[in-house]
Nanobody
Framework: QVQLVESGGGLVQAGGSLRLSCAASRTIFDFNPMGWYRQAPGKQRELVAT???????YYAASMKGRFTISRDNAKNTVYLQMNSLKPEDTAVYYC?????????WGQGTQVTVSS
């Protein structure tokens, strides 16, 4: 059983920054990939960024250059640094992990960007 717990969401003004954290209940060494998705009200869940076990990263086009995903295997944690936030970044952000072919999700953390 894998549990993922997100933290770090909140309310921020446009142009501000937030760092999201996702702590896993076990070692993430074999989690491949891990990532972040988000879901805005009335919209489908969309990919934000992923990171492989080897550290290779992928970003959705609208996040590239503003968001940075990283992982700390020693702390069993993946991070999402979000800079230059825009009101359209407002959403619930979900942590994701694939472990031995199974998908796991966190409960989500709300990010609200005010204009």
């Amino acid at each position: 059983q894998v549990q993922l717990v997100e933290s770090g969401g909140g309310l921020v003004q446009a142009g501000g920054s937030l760092r999201l954290s996702c702590a896993a209940s076990r070692t993430i060494f074999d989690f491949n990939p891990m990532g972040w998705y988000r879901q805005a009200p009335g919209k489908q869940r969309e990919l934000v960024a992923t990171i492989t076990g080897g550290g290779n990263t992928y970003y959705a086009a609208s996040m590239k250059g503003r968001f940075t995903i990283s992982r700390d295997n020693a702390k069993n944690t993946v991070y999402l640094q979000m800079n230059s936030l825009k009101p359209e970044d407002t959403a619930v952000y979900y942590c994701y992990a694939n472990y031995h072919g199974s998908d796991y999700w966190g409960q989500g953390t709300q990010v609200t960007v005010s204009s």
